[in-house]
């Protein structure tokens, strides 16, 4: 059964409201295999209102497509999402395939593919805004194998997506164990506070014995230094690279709005940009990306390998004995990300932040062996981070090669468990 969302007008931003039922939008939606659907940036209509529109409710193994703007993106509700009923926006439409002729996750899976993305975009309509309809929809042939070779198939490449989302959901966690010991001993000054307040220690008695018993008359930890940010990170260092030499390039799409890790770099002819090396930290200086927190740790490029990007990255690297990861901690910080916000010049549109500004503003600059100590801490988070992102890669290429085998039968599931029986005896 194939539907499209209601009419614009009836379910505009006048409607919004906190809590209700989700709306299915384009930001919902994306072009990437691994990525189903993205939970985190709905909006809400009243339940109340939704039930005007039944047929354009979607729910577990339904799929949704944009039919405006950016043809291709191609979602599916799993049975493990966030809600059990949400509502197609008037830019989407939605599939609701008979479980008893295909599996919606082999059919997702299909319409993800570069097989299935070529049939969308060859009945693509419009000029300046694209489109994609009901009839060109149901004018797609899916190769449809036996059910059982469905699921099959829908069950082996969702592991692999699976093994992938538990990676990153392990990376948010070891992140947010980072940015709280970043913020407790940096920003709150925790382990002095809780000394002064006779409260018990929390961290080891090694650690615990650095941090002094009081905050002096600034407010800060006695014996620690006053200073500005400078002091503890370079701000786009310079670099040498000649006009014209190849080397790895990122721009603004490869840094990610959460987490450290961004997409592989890619080989440019250096032209102007900003340059930086593994350790470094990018910071998208202007709107609405910083906002939105396009951020990254860099890494993966190769020792003494000098890499390139944006005009619009800020580049942050730590001064030793701190480690790398604290620019990037120091650049997903509330408090800094604010004043980086508030510092942006410029005409509407195309407002930047002032890099100066963020260079001289005020930070407590604590003493070597708390730097050291640091350091001792948060690098093996990130080791481990940095671990789990190149296993994802390696699974996602698994995936990759996979996806296009199975779907136009070349390969069968029952192939690749003989080979993985072989190869274990």
Same mark, same amino acid.
């Not at 860099?298 to 701190?322: C, D, K, N, Y």
């Given at each position: ?156 490449? *969702?592991? +692999?997506? @699976?093994?992938?989302?538990? #990676?990153? %959901? ?7 164990? =980072?940015?709280? !010991? ?44 006053? *200073?500005? +940010?400078? @002091?503890?990170?370079?701000? #786009?260092? %310079? ?7 190849? =080397?790895?390039? !990122? ?175």
């Amino acid at each position: 059964m194939i539907a499209a969302g209601p009419f614009g007008s009836a379910v505009s931003a006048k409607y919004f409201v906190d809590h209700g039922t989700p709306m299915i939008r384009g930001s919902n939606l994306s072009t990437d295999v691994g990525v189903p659907m993205v939970e985190d940036e709905y909006v809400y209509l009243p339940d109340e209102l939704v039930k005007k529109f039944p047929r354009a409710m979607a729910s577990a193994g339904d799929l949704i497509f944009t039919c405006w703007g950016t043809i291709g993106q191609v979602g599916w509700i799993s049975p493990r999402s966030k809600f059990p009923r949400y509502l197609v926006s008037n830019k989407q439409m939605r599939l609701r395939p008979n479980p008893e002729i295909c599996n919606s996750q082999y059919l997702y899976y299909f319409f993800a593919s570069e097989l299935g993305q070529a049939e969308i975009m060859e009945r693509s309509i419009g000029s300046s805004v694209p489109g994609f309809n009901l009839t060109g929809l149901r004018t797609i042939k899916v190769p449809l194998p036996p059910l059982s070779e469905q699921r099959a198939i829908a069950a082996t490449l *969702g592991a +692999l997506d @699976d093994k992938i989302e538990l #990676n990153r %959901k392990m990376n948010a966690t070891l992140e947010a164990m =980072a940015r709280a !010991l970043f913020r407790d001993w940096f920003v709150d000054f925790g382990p002095t506070r809780a000394k002064m307040e006779g409260r018990a220690p929390y961290l080891s008695p090694d650690l615990w014995a650095l941090f002094p018993d009081r905050l002096d008359d600034e407010g800060k930890p006695e014996g620690w230094e006053s *200073g500005t +940010l400078s @002091d503890l990170v370079s701000f #786009n260092p %310079k670099e040498a690279l000649r006009k014209g030499t190849e =080397a790895p390039y !990122l721009d603004m799409a490869a840094l990610p709005t959460q987490g450290a890790n961004h997409v592989e770099p890619t080989q440019r002819a250096f032209a102007s940009g900003s340059k930086f090396r593994d350790g470094d930290t990018l910071l998208a200086r202007i709107t609405p990306c910083l906002e939105n927190g396009k951020t990254c740790l860099v890494h993966g490029l190769g020792q003494e390998t000098v890499a390139w990007g944006s005009t619009e990255f800020i580049v942050m690297r730590t001064r030793p004995p701190l480690p790398p990861a604290f620019g990037y901690l120091l650049a997903r910080d509330e408090d800094f990300r604010s004043a980086a916000i508030r510092s942006m010049t410029g005409t509407s549109g195309r407002q930047r932040a002032t890099v100066d500004a963020i260079a001289n503003r005020p930070f407590t600059v604590p003493p070597q062996e708390i730097m050291f100590a640091f350091q001792a801490c948060v690098n093996a988070l990130f080791k481990r981070i940095a671990s789990n992102e190149r296993e994802s890669r390696t699974v996602a290429q698994t995936r990759d090669l996979l996806l296009p085998r199975l779907l136009s039968g070349e390969l069968r599931v029952a192939d690749i468990a003989s080979s993985e029986k072989e190869t274990a005896a």
